[in-house]
Nanobody
Framework: QVQLVESGGGSVQAGGSLRLSCAASGYDFSSGCMAWFRQAPGKGREGFAA???????RYADPVKGRFTLSADSANNILYLQMNSLESEDTAMYYC?????????????????WGQGTQVTVSS
C-alpha cells in the first residue's frame, strides 16, 4: 500500500523560503513519476513540479527559477525547495505518485496522494 506524507508547510513572509518533504512508503522511487500539486481556495488543483525515475524534472512557468525538486531515493523522500515565495503561492500543497509517467502535471495522471500541507505566504 502506497502512503505519502507531506511535511514542512507553514507561514512565511513574501520573499522567504520553505522546504517541503514527501515521505513515501510502499512506492518504488525507481518507477514512474512523483509530483507536487497545489490548490488555493476556490481554485482547481494545479500541478507545478514533477520528477521522473531518471531524475528529469519539469516545472510550470509560475514556479520556474524559484522552486527546486530533489529526491532522496535511499530514504524515499521527495523534497521541494521553495524560494522567493509570493502571496500567490498560498495554497494547500500535495505530493502525488504513480507508477506511470504521462502528463506529469495533470492531477488525473496520479493514483496516489498525500493529505497535504498548508503553505501561507503573507505580503
Amino acid at each position: 500500500q502506497v502512503q505519502l506524507v507531506e511535511s514542512g508547510g507553514g507561514s512565511v513572509q513574501a520573499g522567504g523560503s520553505l522546504r517541503l518533504s514527501c515521505a513515501a512508503s510502499g512506492y518504488d522511487f525507481s518507477s514512474g513519476c512523483m509530483a507536487w500539486f497545489r490548490q488555493a481556495p476556490g481554485k482547481g488543483r494545479e500541478g507545478f513540479a514533477a520528477i521522473d525515475k531518471y531524475g528529469d524534472t519539469r516545472y510550470a512557468d509560475p514556479v520556474k527559477g524559484r522552486f527546486t525538486l530533489s529526491a532522496d531515493s535511499a530514504n524515499n523522500i521527495l523534497y521541494l525547495q521553495m524560494n522567493s515565495l509570493e502571496s500567490e503561492d498560498t495554497a494547500m500543497y500535495y505530493c502525488a505518485a504513480d507508477t506511470w509517467c504521462v502528463r506529469r502535471l495533470d492531477p488525473g495522471s496520479f493514483a496516489f496522494w498525500g493529505q497535504g500541507t498548508q503553505v501561507t505566504v503573507s505580503s
